[in-house]
């Protein structure tokens, strides 16, 4: 439905175009709750003893839906007849409204023919205005329903969950500026253009996103092993909670939106701080201690055994070391690209900067994502569950930089290995040491024998890289001349050795650079074999 639109012509103006935007977002919001409502009405409709009628129903998907934003509900019909909160978001739920709107504020930019685009900051405006507009009227109606919104909830996080995404979405239809904007002071842009700023923001962003997926990738690690470890709690807290069929298929889908959150608190753990269980108790590596407020629940019944911890435990800090060196291996992908110089390198300063500034990034995505995976689940002991969000962030930090800072540096150190004066021009020159040389018969008085042993005299000798000049050194004696050529083989000059007491001619003489090396000592005499590395033709002098 968002995919194609109707077209406006360009006589309309920016008006309509900013009116059509705002019907986007709104068209975004109405969507996301459409398919919650119906999947809540299904539910209800294949219950065998529904509660509230389809009022209550719909009252219970418009709760949800604000829950999915990040609203903190207030539940009213507990068993002491107190309000309870409940805070706890199912992070899958939240992807839905999250991507909808972001795909909104995006395709409101898209250039459509017969159409002007409109303004970036307009298009922000007005999709975020349409979708909040929505959320307003939910708000309004839901009310009336046992699960009504904490109203201070409503501006933050909702809100700017809302405009953080319409922001990401005309952020993805701008190109990904990573770059100050235009009314920035022009020494600004000239300076960020000459440290390559976007270059090292773009290696941030991507070290820092790889860190924290790697963490979340091992906390579902953790978290499918534990539930495998404890295989028989798990199921029989799944058959206590759901007596039928329909019951079961509930707590299902249950389990399945809580599967990010359970990665979250799986990824914190591994980390170190662990998560709480309610107000007086806690779980780490280390140990669980105090005194669990622990629901019947599937995810929740394959959490550790109480007491201190055991290497198994201890074990999970491989998700962390794991994430350190992820951050330096992206960082390093930049700063020593493969098969690259030390002159195209990044300097060690540079980094050790970009992988600290990736550490940084990847501990406040992560304690961005530890703040929403938690959330009370009512008053007193359930008031505190799940990751202390600022804990778990100062460890993500601690862990990628005190392991990504030093290993980038390490491996761009053997990334650069075979750079100048490296192990690859020693192995090379090595090598051409080692090459045989052929052996040419005597031409005349003049020749210097080669031989393969001791005795032998080197004609040919290399030095330096490939494409450098090359140098041939021989012992002088009668005949020997002294030829300047270049690296390509072609000579540039030529002149008699005082020995042998003559003029060779040099047409090339005065064609000698600074750049040339020179082949000392030849022979005079004319000579046709190969008598340096195979492959290569050898100069001749006339004589």
Known sequence: MTERSPSLSAEQGRSAVLAFAFLRGALAAGLGLSALAVLVMMLWIS??????????????????????????????????????????????????????????????????????????????????????????????????????????????????????????????????????????????????????????????????????????????????????WHAQAVQQSFVQLSGDGEGRVLVLLLALVLVPNAAVWGAAYGLGPGFALGTASAVTPL??????????????????????????????????????????????????????????????????????????????????????????????????????????????????ALLGVPVALLLRAWRLRGGDGGWRVAGEAAAVERAPAAQAPAKGPGQVPQGPGGGGRRWWKRSGRRGEDEVAEAVPGPGIVRVSVRASGGVLAAAASPANGGAVPASAADARSDDSELYDFLPTDPWHERTALPGEAGPSVDP
């Open 47 to 228: 219950s065998p003893t529904p509660d509230n009628g389809p009022g209550g129903a719909l009252h219970t998907a418009a709760a949800l839906w604000l829950l999915a934003h990040g609203a903190e509900l207030i539940r009213t019909d507990t068993l002491g007849g107190a309000p309870a909160p409940v805070g706890l978001v199912p992070l899958l739920l939240a992807v839905m409204p999250v991507w909808l709107v972001h795909r909104a504020a995006r395709d409101a930019l898209e250039p459509v023919e017969g159409r002007p685009a409109p303004p970036a900051a307009g298009a922000f405006a007005m999709v975020s205005g349409g979708y909040l507009l929505v959320g307003a009227a939910v708000t309004f109606y839901a009310r009336g329903g046992s699960l009504s919104v904490y109203a201070p909830s409503l501006l933050f996080p909702s809100a700017v969950v809302v405009m953080g995404a319409a922001a990401a979405g005309v952020w993805t239809a701008s190109g990904y500026p990573i770059a100050p904007p235009s009314w920035a002071p022009v020494r600004l842009h000239e300076k960020l253009a000459r440290t390559r700023f976007r270059e090292r923001a773009e290696t941030v962003c991507r070290s820092a996103m790889a860190g924290m997926t790697v963490l979340l990738g091992g906390g579902a690690l953790l978290v499918a092993v534990a539930l495998v």
């Open 287 to 400: 140990a669980f201690s105090g005194r669990p407020a622990l629901p019947v629940f599937p995810l929740l019944a394959a959490v550790p055994a109480q007491g201190p911890g055991t290497v198994l435990n201890w074990a999970a800090g491989a998700v962390p070391v794991a994430a350190g060196v992820t951050v330096a291996w992206f960082t390093v992908r930049r700063a020593a690209p493969a098969h690259a110089g030390r002159e195209e390198a990044w300097s060690l300063r540079e980094t050790a900067l970009t992988a600290g500034l990736g550490a940084v990034g990847c501990g406040v995505g992560t304690a961005a994502l530890a703040a929403a995976a938690g959330g009370p689940l009512g008053t007193g002991a359930l008031a505190e569950f799940g990751p202390v969000w600022w804990l778990t962030g100062v460890a993500a930090l601690a862990w990628t």
